[in-house]
């Protein structure tokens, strides 16, 4: 039963590294064309102050997914 646990445990933190990984390269690609929208001057439908905003938001977000990633990764 134990050794069912620990695979199951294992499996659950694997799936949930990968989901976290996932997430913080998503946005890393959306903080990428932010920035190259904010140096064009915009990018037709948000204004650049709002492209901003929306990178700050995501900078945060990004702190906040590379710490859940490394409490995954540092469970024992």
């Known amino acids: 039963m134990l050794l069912i ?3 199951m445990n294992k ?3 694997e799936r949930a ?3 976290a990984f996932a997430k ?3 946005i ?3 903080n990428d064309a932010y920035k190259r929208d904010i140096k064009a001057g915009g990018d037709g439908r948000l204004s650049v102050d709002l492209l901003k905003t929306c990178l ?3 900078e945060k977000e990004l702190l ?3 710490y859940i990633a490394k409490l ?3 469970d024992e």
């Open 5 to 7: 646990l620990t695979a």
């Open 11 to 13: 499996d659950i933190k």
């Open 17 to 19: 590294s990968h989901k």
């Open 24 to 26: 913080m390269s998503f």
């Open 28 to 30: 890393q690609l959306e």
């Open 56 to 58: 700050r938001s995501n």
């Open 64 to 66: 906040t997914w590379q």
């Open 72 to 74: 995954i990764e540092t």
